[in-house]
């Protein structure tokens, strides 16, 4: 007899959780090289409006996906503290909640991270153009780059660590939105049709940034045009 499915994530939860981890490992592999400057800005960009998706969402959508739940979460990682601290023994500890709590709180530090990450590449980005940011700006979006990668890691190593532990894939959730075991469902709706417009939106920003690139794209060495040493060398030759 197979186990009761409940429905406890939807599809536009599911389809932003996809689509911000691949921007920001995109955005993350894309750092370090001027030739691909303009997707890791555009990736950098795309991590901004997601995260006014996510926000807009924790307002108007279902109670699962509500910031005020993820809020009330965090508030009680306090109290587990001192619970855990004075169990008397590891068996009496409620691991589980903990468990819960150190995704919370992963959630929360990605999201928070994303402001920062994002204002601070916009100033090295635009330095170009107008001379503001500099090499603290530089290190601070290195640094908060970084700090989200390892966050991101820490997440991972957690969701596989109980996937082998449990012997269950912990991750198929955030697949097909369902969970083995009874009780109600948290959502009552897939809501395909708001995650095909989140996709729909992505797509379209970053096939609009990469075909019309701003102004000076092209002179920091986006994959849109020849490189600038490329037509230095050319001149080079037209001069010998």
Same mark, same amino acid.
């Given at each position: ?88 023994? %590891? ?92 009780? %109600? ?41 020849? %490189? ?13």
């Amino acid at each position: 007899m197979l186990a009761n499915r409940r429905l406890v994530i939807d599809a536009p939860m599911r389809m932003f959780h996809w689509l911000f981890a691949l921007s920001f490992a995109g955005a993350y592999a894309t750092a370090d090289s001027d030739h691909w400057r303009l997707v890791h800005v555009t990736l950098g960009y795309t991590l901004a409006g997601l995260l006014g998706f996510r926000l807009l969402y924790g307002v108007v959508g279902p109670r699962s996906s509500a910031l005020g739940v993820l809020v009330r979460k965090l508030t009680g990682a306090l109290h587990w503290v001192r619970s855990a601290w004075r169990a008397p023994t %590891p068996q009496g500890v409620n691991w589980r909640q903990g468990q819960n709590l150190l995704m919370s709180a992963a959630v929360a530090l990605l999201l928070l991270a994303v402001l920062p990450l994002t204002l601070s590449g916009y100033a090295i980005h635009d330095e170009w153009a107008n001379g503001w940011g500099g090499e603290a700006v530089e290190e601070l979006h290195e640094w908060m780059g970084n700090a989200m990668l390892a966050v991101a890691l820490v997440h991972i190593a957690r969701i596989a660590g109980l996937s082998a532990l449990r012997r269950k894939n912990q991750a198929l959730p955030m697949l097909t939105g369902r969970v083995e075991g009874p009780g %109600p469902d948290l959502v009552q709706s897939h809501r395909r049709w708001l995650a095909a417009l989140l996709l729909g939106c992505v797509v379209a920003f970053v096939a609009w940034q990469l075909i019309s690139p701003p102004a000076g794209a092209r002179e920091r060495g986006a994959p849109t045009g020849t %490189p600038p040493d490329a037509t230095e060398h050319r001149g080079h030759h037209r001069e010998d």
